[in-house]
């Protein structure tokens, strides 16, 4: 009878921090096999009438507990894991984006190239020059990779100017979240992104002409390592008969949808996107990637009720929890697993999980996505219980205070995780 008064007590506590901008650390349950329903039902009811929650023990193929979990809720960021797990599938785990450098005109045995340079975008979020990408991804595609091997081709001079092109993707610099024009949460969104589309290292601004600035960068590039150029840079499509003079290759897209999802990068999440729609021969756009999105989760028995856009940041981006549970368990079936899992916070240690659950049976165990709007927090992912089972969760919940509905997510992640 005490321990249930003092839960009840705590409950109670957790519930008013869904209206209050303040709260405290949650404890971590000793939870059994038989009990675990009951508190998650204690959790949710705290949550309101806007939250669902579904969970499967995925070892047994039990379901554990469901709550609401066939209503569709705002996902928030929770909508990068229908983003990664489709650009996953369609590229390998092994796939590469591609920048390249193609040349209008003839190399003389001086070195001297007559006619112009054309940078051409290929959807790589991390391209870049060498200092910003390494400090920010650890590696990259850069602009000084493509300078370094122009110059090994035997380029020393360049009679016409170095032209940016950002064709692969549509003019839209946004989601519709922001009407597609550029969003502070996000950057401008180009084929050809230089630096995140930041008009300076440091991060100060954004580029008006993400592909004229790629193409300025690539030409300082070029002459410092003395090769002239004579134009000025420009932004320009691609014309027909050029040929492939240079190419610098993203990381893999393992390393890419886990520097989406670990830290929740709006920005790799919508590249992402357009990359999916231009990997099969269309130009990148929001629209054709979230079909492309959906297409794929469908497949595994887990369409949502709509994707928007790649990063979660529209409202309209809509699931049930047990479709999203439903997407996490066909993952786990699929070859690109190992990679998918791996890009997901680790509780308590990296990630938007990193400074959650810091302790309990949650801390190293709960692998998952987060997601956060103004009244909208999610988590969904995976969590090896004690007892060696895996449970795969998802928690949506709408119409709450994200501050108090951490509390409870993380009440419940403790809760999985400590099963016995």
């Known amino acids: 009878m005490a321990r249930s008064a003092t839960f009840r007590a705590l409950m109670a506590l957790l519930a008013a921090a869904l209206v209050s901008p303040v709260g405290t650390a949650t404890a971590a349950p000793k939870v059994s096999q038989s009990s675990l329903a009951s508190e998650l039902e204690l959790a949710m009811r705290s949550a309101g009438s806007s939250s669902g929650a579904y969970v499967v023990n995925s070892s047994t193929g039990r379901r554990i507990f469901r709550k609401r979990s066939s209503t569709p809720r705002i996902l928030a960021s929770n909508t990068k894991l229908f983003t990664t797990s489709a650009a996953l599938a369609q590229y390998g785990v092994e796939g590469r984006l591609n920048t390249s450098v193609r040349g209008r005109g003839a190399l003389s045995a001086e070195g001297v190239f007559r006619g112009d340079l054309y940078l051409i975008g290929g959807g790589d979020p991390t391209f870049g020059s060498a200092t910003f990408t390494r400090r920010a991804y650890g590696s990259g595609a850069t602009v000084q990779t493509l300078a370094s091997k122009l110059e090994d081709v035997g380029i020393r001079r360049v009679t016409g100017r170095v032209y940016g092109d950002e064709s692969s993707f549509d003019s839209l610099r946004g989601g519709p979240d922001s009407g597609y024009r550029i969003s502070p949460y996000v950057g401008p969104l180009s084929a050809l992104a230089y630096n995140r589309g930041l008009t300076s290292e440091n991060g100060s601004g954004y580029q008006s002409s993400p592909a004229g600035f790629a193409a300025s960068a690539l030409t ?23 040929e492939e003079l240079a190419t610098a290759e993203s990381p893999t897209m393992t390393r890419l949808t886990a520097l989406t999802n670990k830290p929740s990068d709006n920005f790799f ?152």
Do not use: H
């Open 220 to 242: 300082g590039a070029l002459r410092a390592r003395d090769v002239r150029v004579t134009g000025a840079p420009r932004a320009k499509t691609t014309p027909s008969g050029t």
């Open 269 to 420: 999440a919508e590249i992402l996107l357009k990359d999916l729609a231009l990997s099969t021969g269309r130009r990148g756009t929001t629209a054709a990637g979230a079909s492309l999105a959906t297409s794929f989760a469908s497949r595994l028995g887990a369409r949502p009720t709509r994707l928007a856009d790649g990063s979660g940041l529209s409202r309209a981006n809509r699931a049930t929890p047990a479709r999203v549970v439903a997407l996490l368990r066909a993952m786990q079936r699929r070859d690109e697993f190992d990679e998918f899992f791996a890009s997901l916070s680790i509780a308590g240690r990296d990630g938007t999980l990193g400074p959650r659950l810091r302790s309990g049976p949650a801390r190293g165990n709960c692998r998952g996505k987060t997601g956060t709007l103004s009244n909208v927090s999610a988590l969904s992912g995976y969590c090896r219980a004690r007892s060696g089972d895996t449970y795969v969760f998802s928690i949506l919940m709408n119409n709450v205070n994200p501050f108090g509905a951490r509390q409870l997510q993380d009440r419940m992640a403790q809760a999985i995780a400590g099963v016995r």
